[in-house]
C-alpha cells in the first residue's frame, strides 16, 4: 500500500499563516505593517533556528550571558506587529531603532519608510551588529545603517528623528533621546511601571510633558551596557525546583533572606475577587504596580508546595524580606466557572503582606476592576515633573528623571 507524503511547508506558506494570525488576533491593523510582515522573511534573521520555530509566535533567544541567562532575543512576531503599529512609521521617515537583535525589526522599518526614508540600528554588542549587517545585506536592504552605540544615548549626530523605538527595555525614560525627536515625533519605548510590570509606551511632546497615545502590555529584555542600564538580579530560590524571583533596584528587598522565603511557614487569604474565562490580567497587574510600593515581581518556575496562579509561575509582591504570590481556586457559581484570586505570603511578614496584597485586589475590584474605562498615561522629565498631577496620589510614579502619571478614572 502506497503512503501519500505530504510536502513541508515552505517559508512563503509559513509567512503567510503568521500574518494571517496576527491579522485576526488584531496585533496586525494596518496595510502598511501587514504588507511589511509579508516582505520580510523572518527565517533570514534567525539563521540556525527551526523554520517552524522561526514563525511561532515566541521569542527567539540569539544571545546568554556567562551564567545561561538570556541578555538578547529576536521579539515574539505579535510584540514585534504591536510596537510597529505603535509607531506609525511612513515613508520618507528617519527612524532610530535601539536594539538591533538580527536586523529584523529593521527590515521591517525599511519597509515602512521606503521610498526616501532611512533606518539608523544600534546595538551594544559588536557580533550583534556583525550579524545584523549580515542579515540586512542578504536581504538587499539599502536604507538601514547598523551602529554599534548605547540606544540610550542616541545618535545626535543623526537627529532629529521622525521616530525613535526602543526593543529592549528600560526602567526610566533615557532624557538624551528626548531632544534628537523631530517636531511632531514619536518615542516607542517599553518602560517597566514598578517591578516587573512593563508596558510598550508611544509618547509624543505635549507641551512641555509628554502624552501616550498608545500603550500596551509587552515585556523586552532589559538595556545594558550604557548611560541607562536597567539593572535587575535574578535570584533563585534554595531547594527544590527552578523557582526565580526577578528583582529590580528599585526595589526594597532582601535578595539574601528570599532565597530561603519559600521554606518558611506560608500564611493564604482569598480576596473574593473572582476572574472567569478570557478575563485579562494586565489591569489587575498595573493597579498593583502602581500602589504597592515595589510592585509586582515574575517568579517563574516550580518546586512542591508552590501553587502559583499560571503554569509557568506567578507574580509576587516584596517587603524586606517577605513575599506574597498570586494563586488561584477554582470553583462554580450560577455564572459557572470561576477562579477566586488569593495571595499567598512567606516571611517575617507573611499575614499582613497577603493581607495588603488581597485587600488591594479588593479595592481595585470595587473601584476599577476589568470593566472601568482604559487608563491613559503621561510622562514629564526635569522641572516639567513637578506639574504633573494625578486625581488619585497613588497613581503617580516617580523614577530617577521623569515621573509618569496613570489617568485612570473609576468605573462609573
Not at 529584555?221 to 530560590?237: E, F
Not at 517577605?322 to 459557572?336: F, I
Not at 507573611?350 to 487608563?375: F, H, K, M, S, Y
Amino acid at each position: 500500500m502506497e503512503t501519500a507524503v505530504t510536502p513541508a511547508t515552505g517559508p512563503a506558506e509559513l509567512r503567510e499563516a503568521l500574518v494571517t494570525r496576527l491579522i485576526g488576533s488584531g496585533h496586525l491593523r494596518t496595510p502598511e505593517a501587514i504588507a511589511a510582515f509579508r516582505n520580510t522573511e523572518r527565517h533570514r534573521f534567525l539563521p540556525g533556528v527551526d523554520l517552524q520555530a522561526a514563525y511561532v509566535d515566541d521569542a527567539v533567544p540569539i544571545k546568554h550571558d556567562e551564567t545561561g541567562e538570556m541578555i538578547s532575543c529576536i521579539s515574539a512576531p505579535s510584540i514585534v506587529a504591536t510596537q510597529l503599529e505603535q509607531l506609525g512609521a511612513k515613508p520618507g521617515h528617519k527612524i532610530l531603532e535601539a536594539g538591533a537583535a538580527t536586523g529584523y525589526n529593521a527590515h521591517l522599518l525599511s519597509e515602512l519608510v521606503t521610498p526616501g526614508g532611512h533606518v539608523w540600528t544600534v546595538d551594544v554588542d559588536q557580533d550583534l551588529v556583525e550579524g545584523t549587517r549580515k542579515n540586512l545585506a542578504q536581504a538587499e536592504s539599502s536604507n538601514v545603517t547598523v551602529v554599534l552605540a548605547d540606544g540610550a544615548a542616541g545618535l545626535p549626530d543623526h537627529a532629529p528623528f521622525d521616530r525613535i523605538q526602543f526593543t529592549v527595555g528600560a526602567g526610566d525614560i533615557p532624557v538624551r533621546i528626548l531632544d534628537q525627536l523631530a517636531p511632531g515625533g514619536r518615542l516607542v519605548i517599553p518602560m517597566r511601571i514598578r517591578g516587573s510590570i512593563s508596558r510598550s509606551f508611544a509618547f509624543e511632546r505635549d507641551g512641555d510633558a509628554w502624552k501616550a497615545v498608545s500603550c500596551e502590555m509587552a515585556t523586552f529584555v532589559p538595556l545594558r551596557k550604557g548611560v541607562c542600564d536597567d539593572i535587575y538580579t535574578l535570584v533563585s530560590m534554595a531547594g527544590e525546583g527552578n523557582v526565580r524571583l526577578e528583582t529590580f533596584s528599585e526595589q526594597d528587598v532582601d535578595r539574601e533572606a528570599m532565597c530561603t522565603v519559600l521554606d518558611q511557614p506560608q500564611a493564604k487569604v482569598y480576596s473574593g475577587v473572582k476572574f472567569r474565562q478570557g478575563d485579562p490580567w494586565q489591569w489587575l497587574y498595573l493597579y498593583l504596580a502602581c500602589v504597592l510600593p515595589n510592585g509586582l515581581s515574575r517568579m517563574p518556575g516550580s518546586r512542591p508546595g508552590f501553587t502559583p496562579h499560571f503554569g509557568w509561575g506567578s507574580m509576587a509582591a516584596l517587603d524586606g524580606d517577605t513575599l506574597a504570590y498570586l494563586t488561584v481556586r477554582e470553583g462554580e457559581d450560577e455564572q459557572g466557572r470561576f477562579w477566586e484570586i488569593g495571595v499567598i505570603g512567606h516571611g517575617r511578614r507573611a499575614a499582613d503582606l497577603a493581607d495588603q496584597v488581597a485587600t488591594e485586589i479588593g479595592e481595585w475590584d470595587r473601584g476599577w476592576g476589568n470593566t472601568a474605562p482604559e487608563p491613559g498615561f503621561r510622562m514629564a522629565v526635569g522641572d516639567a515633573r513637578d506639574q504633573l498631577t494625578a486625581a488619585e496620589g497613588r497613581f503617580v510614579i516617580d523614577k530617577t528623571y521623569s515621573r509618569l502619571v496613570v489617568d485612570w478614572p473609576r468605573r462609573s
